[in-house]
């Protein structure tokens, strides 16, 4: 079992940047695909970025190749997204999400734990 814990959010000016954190405990995260996806309000949860439980392989969606970067600290247990240039489309809840041997792509159903949430607010 694995309990995921965001932080980091907060409200942030049009260009500015964030720094999200998913605190992981119960098991260790190297064995772990992760992601991250987005919930703006009245639509879809959505995928951002994930990694691969193998190596380095990241996956990003198109709006935000180039802004944002995923990335794990596995002494610390604890997965990362730095949000730069951001915009105000980008405001929404951020989700932090897990998976053993994950693949870390875009589909929600392929992640088995799921964080609370932080919120994200981007002012234009």
């Known amino acids: 079992q694995v309990r995921l814990v965001e932080s980091g959010g907060g409200l942030v000016q049009a260009g500015g940047s964030l720094r999200l954190s998913c605190a992981a405990s119960?098991?260790?995260?190297?064995?772990?695909?992760a992601g991250w996806f987005r919930q703006a309000p009245g639509k879809e949860r959505e995928f951002v970025a994930g990694?691969?439980?193998?190596?380095?392989?990241?996956y990003y969606e198109d709006s935000v190749k180039g802004r944002f970067t995923i990335s794990r600290d596995n002494p610390k247990n604890t997965v990362y997204l730095q949000m730069n240039s951001l915009k105000p489309e980008d405001t929404a809840v951020y989700y932090c999400?897990?998976?053993?041997?994950?693949?870390?792509?875009?589909?929600?159903?392929?992640?088995?734990?799921w964080g609370q949430g932080t919120q994200v607010t981007v002012a234009s």
């Open positions: 999400a897990a998976k053993e041997y994950g693949l870390g792509q875009d589909r929600r159903q392929d992640y088995d734990y």
């Open positions: 119960g098991r260790p995260l190297r064995t772990y695909g």
């Open positions: 990694f691969s439980w193998i190596g380095s392989i990241t």
